[in-house]
């Protein structure tokens, strides 16, 4: 097509971007919504999804699954666009994952649609990956930043309305099309895909590295059903627990060994000597850990302590997604405009230390009001530092590991979300457990036998002093997670601090000139890509 991204090799200044980029841009964040949307979809419809095919000792496996299937498929992805062209592997994820749609749509009973879901996370492993990695192709660093209100918008939808459609869909439609309703709209995205964006072609002559594939498959698998299962389905000194963790070691560490060997690693090594990679892969890690925390505790507490409504759950989340999203936007505009971006991981770390800590002073008489307002505090730390985490990372190595880098920060974010669920999840259910003993006796230990998080209707049907009980037991279960967030948190901050900042180049004043050494992405990274048409 005629449109094309313009970008000078020598200046890295970019011209503006043609109406078929911003086709593609929304194409993009289309595929981004689908990935971000349908757990939160899916979740609402589970209870209507049980009452119709049974199963319910099965339950936990429909989303175990998918979360498993899109972990391991996610550096496989990365690295599949690497060698063969971003496009083909994109949209190739994109047709896994509406199959996979379909079918969990039709699905007859549960072990067909635990099977369908893993078929749909294999492709979900690739969309995430796609946006950041094409893109990381067609926007160079500088220009970058001006995009990221726009994902942090995308994800801030998600999360809000993502519980709102679910229940509208499965009262109104049936639960099926929780899952059908993926379809036209990746369809609206493969076809502007497809007819907008065109990249070059690849043709690796490497072999795919199986071996390095399988190990790692393993290793995340054997990670994520030890932070899904333990303290839950078995506990944490359980041997299935044991076996899991010594499975996952043992893969993991004979994937690295494999990857100083294999002559097309899955995950090159090498992008790890670059210091600001290794810092934004932590501090990656740490936010994901913090942020689905948060997503699974606030709206708990306001259910449980503060009476609001469950079926608004999202939207009790709002001032921490507001606060996200704004700050993601000015965030993006100063770096775009100034190509520095050092100040937001550190502010962003420091802001969520304290939101976290905010948050854990939260008791029975807090109102939603103070709450709210602690909530934008986290929110705000997580809009510095959600996509300026990609933005450095992908800055930190060169072209031709573009998609390992995306997907390997996405997958630390991931692995992240994981732990943090599982160690501030079995934090609370302890401390609930505890506090209910202490408080109703016999009575508090029978009604958390079960499951410390107790839901609307359970929580109505107790006597006034066992829910007044449990009040204060979800207060104190939410204080020792935060605080142990907060704790955390403190390593993204000494994460962020040693990061070295290294110009962004792109649209704009032109950047000095950096050093061309390690700890500033081996020096090719550091240059815009020529962009191609689109």
Same mark, same amino acid.
């Given at each position: 097509?005629?449109?094309?991204?313009?970008?000078?090799?020598?200046?890295?200044?970019?011209?503006?971007?043609?109406?078929?980029?911003?086709?593609?841009?929304?194409?993009?964040?289309?595929?981004?919504?689908?990935?971000?949307?349908?757990?939160?979809?899916?979740?609402?419809?589970?209870?209507?999804?049980?009452?119709?095919?049974?199963?319910?000792?099965? @339950?936990?496996?429909?989303?175990?699954? +998918?979360?498993?299937?899109?972990?391991?498929?996610?550096?496989?992805? #990365?690295?599949?666009?690497? %060698?063969?062209?971003?496009?083909?592997?994109?949209?190739? !994820?994109?047709?896994?994952?509406?199959?996979?749609?379909?079918?969990?749509?039709?699905?007859?009973?549960?072990? =067909?649609?635990?099977?369908?879901?893993?078929?749909?996370?294999?492709?979900?492993?690739?969309?995430?990956? #796609?946006?950041?990695?094409?893109?990381?192709?067609?926007?160079?660093?500088?220009?970058?930043?001006? +995009?990221?209100?726009?994902?942090?918008?995308?994800?801030?939808?998600?999360?809000?309305?993502?519980?709102?459609?679910?229940?509208?869909?499965?009262?109104?439609?049936?639960?099926?099309?929780?899952?059908?309703?993926? @379809?036209?709209?990746?369809?609206?995205?493969?076809?502007?895909?497809?007819?907008?964006?065109?990249?070059?072609?690849?043709?690796?002559?490497?072999?795919?590295? +199986?071996?390095?594939?399988?190990?790692?498959?393993?290793?995340?698998?054997?990670?994520?059903?030890?932070?899904?299962? #333990?303290?839950?389905?078995?506990?944490?000194?359980?041997?299935?627990? &044991?076996?899991?963790?010594?499975?996952?070691?043992?893969?993991?560490?004979?994937?690295?060994?494999?990857?100083?060997?294999?002559?097309?690693?899955?995950?090159?090594?090498?992008?790890?000597?670059?210091?600001?990679?290794?810092?934004m892969s932590v501090i990656g890690f740490i936010t994901g850990f913090v942020m689905f925390g948060a997503v699974l505790f606030l709206p708990l507490y306001q259910q449980s302590v503060q009476g609001a409504s469950a079926t608004n759950s999202g939207l009790l989340l709002l001032p921490m997604l507001g606060a996200m999203l704004v700050v993601s936007m000015i965030a993006g505009r100063v770096t775009t405009s100034s190509g520095r971006y050092k100040a937001f991981p550190v502010v962003g770390s420091v802001l969520m230390v304290v939101g976290l800590y905010l948050l854990s002073l939260m008791d029975?008489?807090?109102?939603?009001?103070?709450?709210?307002? +602690?909530?934008?505090?986290?929110?705000?730390? /997580?809009?510095?530092? /959600?996509?300026?985490?990609?933005?450095?990372?992908?800055?930190?190595?060169?072209?031709?590991? %573009?998609?390992?880098?995306?997907?390997?920060?996405?997958?630390?974010?991931?692995?992240? !979300? !994981?732990?943090?669920?599982?160690?501030?999840?079995?934090?609370?259910?302890?401390?609930?457990?505890?506090? &209910?003993?202490?408080?109703?006796?016999?009575?508090?230990?029978?009604?958390?036998?079960?499951?410390? =998080?107790?839901?609307?209707?359970?929580?109505?049907? @107790?006597?006034?002093?066992?829910?007044?009980?449990?009040?204060?037991?979800?207060?104190?279960?939410?204080?020792?997670?935060?605080?142990?967030?907060?704790?955390?948190?403190?390593?993204?901050?000494?994460?962020?601090?040693?990061?070295?900042?290294?110009?962004?180049?792109?649209?704009?004043?032109?950047?000095?000139?950096?050093?061309?050494?390690?700890?500033?992405?081996?020096?090719?990274?550091?240059?815009?890509?020529?962009?191609?048409?689109?």
């Amino acid at each position: 097509m005629a449109d094309a991204v313009t970008a000078d090799k020598d200046t890295g200044q970019a011209g503006e971007q043609p109406r078929s980029v911003r086709v593609v841009l929304l194409a993009l964040m289309i595929a981004m919504m689908l990935a971000m949307l349908d757990n939160m979809i899916v979740g609402t419809a589970m209870p209507t999804i049980v009452g119709e095919l049974g199963g319910l000792q099965h @339950l936990s496996w429909v989303v175990t699954a +998918y979360t498993l299937a899109t972990a391991a498929a996610t550096p496989l992805w #990365g690295k599949l666009g690497d %060698m063969y062209g971003r496009k083909g592997a994109f949209m190739t !994820s994109i047709v896994v994952f509406l199959a996979g749609s379909a079918l969990s749509g039709m699905a007859q009973d549960m072990g =067909q649609l635990i099977g369908f879901r893993a078929v749909q996370g294999l492709g979900a492993g690739g969309l995430m990956v #796609g946006v950041m990695a094409i893109v990381g192709d067609l926007i160079p660093p500088r220009e970058r930043g001006r +995009y990221q209100g726009m994902m942090a918008a995308v994800m801030a939808l998600a999360m809000i309305g993502g519980p709102l459609v679910g229940g509208t869909i499965t009262d109104n439609w049936g639960w099926r099309w929780a899952f059908y309703i993926n @379809l036209p709209l990746g369809a609206v995205a493969l076809v502007a895909i497809s007819a907008v964006l065109h990249l070059p072609s690849k043709r690796a002559q490497a072999r795919i590295d +199986y071996l390095g594939a399988v190990l790692l498959t393993v290793g995340i698998s054997a990670i994520v059903l030890v932070t899904t299962w #333990g303290g839950t389905e078995y506990a944490w000194t359980s041997a299935r627990i &044991m076996e899991l963790i010594g499975i996952g070691v043992a893969a993991l560490v004979g994937f690295v060994f494999w990857q100083t060997k294999a002559a097309e690693p899955i995950v090159p090594l090498h992008i790890f000597r670059s210091r600001n990679f290794t810092l934004m892969s932590v501090i990656g890690f740490i936010t994901g850990f913090v942020m689905f925390g948060a997503v699974l505790f606030l709206p708990l507490y306001q259910q449980s302590v503060q009476g609001a409504s469950a079926t608004n759950s999202g939207l009790l989340l709002l001032p921490m997604l507001g606060a996200m999203l704004v700050v993601s936007m000015i965030a993006g505009r100063v770096t775009t405009s100034s190509g520095r971006y050092k100040a937001f991981p550190v502010v962003g770390s420091v802001l969520m230390v304290v939101g976290l800590y905010l948050l854990s002073l939260m008791d029975t008489g807090t109102t939603r009001l103070t709450s709210g307002l +602690y909530m934008a505090v986290v929110g705000a730390g /997580m809009g510095c530092l /959600m996509q300026v985490t990609m933005l450095v990372a992908q800055n930190s190595v060169e072209m031709r590991d %573009m998609g390992v880098a995306s997907s390997s920060t996405t997958l630390f974010r991931t692995l992240g !979300s !994981s732990f943090g669920v599982a160690i501030m999840g079995a934090l609370f259910n302890h401390r609930v457990q505890d506090v &209910m003993a202490e408080r109703a006796g016999v009575l508090g230990s029978r009604i958390t036998e079960q499951s410390a =998080q107790l839901d609307a209707a359970s929580l109505a049907k @107790l006597p006034a002093a066992a829910r007044e009980a449990y009040q204060h037991a979800v207060s104190a279960g939410t204080h020792s997670a935060f605080l142990l967030g907060a704790v955390v948190a403190v390593v993204s901050l000494v994460a962020a601090v040693f990061v070295k900042e290294v110009p962004l180049k792109g649209a704009g004043p032109k950047a000095p000139e950096a050093p061309e050494d390690d700890d500033s992405a081996g020096g090719t990274g550091l240059k815009p890509p020529v962009a191609e048409s689109v």
